[in-house]
């Protein structure tokens, strides 16, 4: 005997079949699936017309943020054994979305100047940022919620209940960088960039705050001040507030598809990303698989 207490769980089979992590986790993205055919069906079917043009497809995936947020705080947070909500409205959900903003916006730029400096990136003068909508609610509110919504406040949160940090950031950023792959100018290379830079900042940002707002803000943050820059993101090409070009090496210019399939943004991202790791397994952040926590609940959140 080693003097440990192994606690007692009393639930029904049925229970525990519910409230197991993985259910949860599927039971979730079911949830966001049908958030998603109902937005689609609302905006395609009943009010195909509504807003006309560029807007029908931001006000659509407007309603899709907002309804997602609305099931999350209805339903989604109640899911599981361990309860937690990832979006608390307080006043560190302010702080943190705006220090994640300016702290994305950081490290984008960071990166264009890099480019810049090793003459893979060039501006020749003003843009007229005509697509400011679709940056800035579309890339930076929709991308950042809905993306971080899916992929940490549920794919990772019961993937880590389960298998435990390491392995849930393992797999929800190979999730995260391989659902890319589709984007215009996407090869295997830019999906693995993404899995490693952007899994890691925004993994490490949650298990840091063990909230999404931070990780929110950094991927909008990101998002947004990449297409102010005039630098496709993610493949999607958006007309910025200067008139920019990249030309060069792949590793370097990214070949069509951006900074992010570069190693600039791998050097960047990734460090920033390893340094809130650090962060996070100073404080105790760090989940144990299930299998190895001997019948204990979660303690690092």
Not at 66 to 89: E, N, Q, T, W
Not at 142 to 156: H, M, N, S, T
Not at 264 to 275: E, K, P, Y
Request: proline residues 3%.
């Amino acid at each position: 005997m080693n003097g440990e207490v192994t606690a007692r769980d009393d639930r029904s089979i049925w229970l525990k079949i519910w409230q197991f992590p993985l259910v949860a986790m599927m039971v979730a993205v079911a949830l966001l699936v049908l958030a998603g055919i109902a937005t689609s069906a609302l905006f395609t079917e009943l009010l195909p017309d509504a807003f006309g043009g560029d807007w029908q497809q931001v006000v659509a995936l407007l309603t899709l943020t907002a309804l997602s947020f609305v099931i999350y705080k209805l339903a989604i947070r109640h899911l599981g054994r361990k309860k937690h909500d990832d979006l608390p409205l307080d006043l560190r959900a302010i702080k943190d979305t705006a220090l994640g903003f300016a702290g994305g916006g950081a490290l984008i730029t960071i990166c264009v100047a890099l480019a810049a400096l090793f003459g893979v990136y060039t501006v020749s003068g003003m843009g007229a940022f005509s697509d400011w909508p679709a940056i800035v609610l579309m890339a930076g509110i929709y991308a950042g919620f809905f993306e971080e919504l899916l992929l940490r406040g549920v794919i990772f949160r019961w993937l880590e209940e389960f298998a435990g940090s390491w392995i849930a950031l393992a797999l929800s950023s190979l999730i995260f960088g391989f659902g890319h792959a589709g984007n215009d100018n996407a090869t295997f290379f830019s999906s693995l960039a993404i899995a490693i830079e952007a899994g890691i900042l925004l993994g490490a940002a949650y298990m840091l705050t063990r909230s999404l707002w931070l990780a929110v803000g950094l991927h909008a943050g990101w998002n947004v001040v990449q297409g102010m820059w005039d630098v496709p993101i993610s493949g999607n090409d958006f007309d910025g507030i200067v008139d920019a070009t990249m030309s060069g090496p792949a590793l370097l210019a990214g070949g069509g598809f951006g900074l992010e399939a570069t190693v600039f943004a791998l050097l960047v991202a990734t460090g920033a990303g390893l340094w809130m790791l650090v962060l996070a397994a100073r404080r105790g952040r760090i989940v144990k698989p299930s299998w190895s926590r001997k019948g204990h609940p979660i303690t690092a959140y």
